[in-house]
């Protein structure tokens, strides 16, 4: 036998060797709070890759997340679109092309509200009306010839009777353009587009025969176009000229305002128009027959003939 000491010897020697082993209470305790550790430190990384799958699993496969979801051009099936949700395309009412013209006869008189026979019927916008009238009022040959309308009435004190003078001649020439001015609002805007007419004039062209050419520029004094291009009676251009009249009693003299003075002023206006729509329908006729001619004559022949 060994002796005691010997014996206590080793036994001190082999737990000195030999690592403590903890007890099992206190192993649960260090897993417990390592995984304490691991989750507060994956909680937040795992709601945000939760919250992103519930994202893609909600928007439409369409969009091509996942290449499960990937459509196939081959064979991709077009959408059903409800027809009402497509807009309508704008009508011819409100077209964003300007149907006004420069256009002068003899290259002088403005001709800017004839429509061409080769040209779309486009109705006019109510801003294309306004720039129509604004257009002609201001045009310098309309000026020059209210200018010269209140020469010709200064000459013996004449309709409008303002008298003599450098003053009355500026009246003259004032009351003439806003004479112009009225009408041309009131039957080209205000009417116009409370009637849905169409205030130019649309020229037959030299495809019809003249006899049939003259009758209609005369017969456009009472028929005018709709908006929708039929025929009417010229509702706007009547009123227009009647109220233009009428209103010119504001500011003419007194002594001019007499039912006769008011009955020729409606027949020079009446006139006016018919002569205006058989120059339109007649007068590019003139220019196209003539200016070659009379450019051979004082500029000699083109090269082409020579």
Request: proline fraction near 7%; hydrophobic fraction near 40%; include cysteine.
């Amino acid at each position: 036998m060994m002796p005691m000491c010997g014996l206590e010897h080793s036994r001190r020697e082999l737990t000195r060797q030999v690592p403590h082993c903890k007890s099992e209470s206190e192993s649960h305790s260090g897993f417990r709070s390592a995984k304490s550790v691991v989750v507060r430190l994956a909680c937040p990384h795992l709601r945000v890759l939760a919250c992103s799958t519930a994202l893609v699993g909600w928007l439409p496969g369409s969009l091509g997340l996942c290449a499960e979801n990937t459509p196939n051009p081959a064979t991709a099936i077009a959408p059903l679109v409800n027809p009402k949700l497509i807009p309508l395309l704008p009508s011819k009412r409100f077209s964003s092309i300007n149907p006004l013209t420069d256009h002068r006869l003899v290259g002088v008189m403005p001709d800017f509200g004839t429509v061409q026979p080769a040209e779309s019927h486009v109705p006019l916008t109510l801003k294309q009306k306004w720039d129509l009238v604004i257009k002609g009022t201001i045009d310098p040959f309309n000026l020059v010839n209210s200018a010269m309308t209140a020469a010709f009435a200064q000459k013996g004190n004449q309709t409008p009777k303002y008298g003599e003078g450098r003053v009355a001649y500026g009246e003259r020439f004032g009351a003439a353009v806003a004479d112009g001015a009225s009408q041309s609002v009131l039957g080209g805007v205000v009417f116009a587009q409370m009637l849905h007419q169409d205030p130019r004039y649309f020229r037959l062209g030299p495809g019809a025969g003249i006899l049939h050419r003259a009758l209609y520029s005369v017969s456009r004094l009472m028929i005018v176009r709709t908006e929708a291009g039929k025929n009417t009676f010229n509702s706007s251009g009547m009123l227009g000229i009647v109220g233009g009249i009428g209103m010119s009693n504001l500011y003419y003299p007194s002594v001019s305002i007499r039912s006769r003075v008011m009955a020729e002023r409606l027949s020079t206006s009446f006139t006016g128009v018919v002569s205006g729509r058989v120059m339109a329908e007649f007068v590019p006729d003139l220019e196209k027959f003539f200016f070659p001619r009379l450019k051979s004559m004082f500029f000699g022949k083109p090269a082409s003939q020579n």
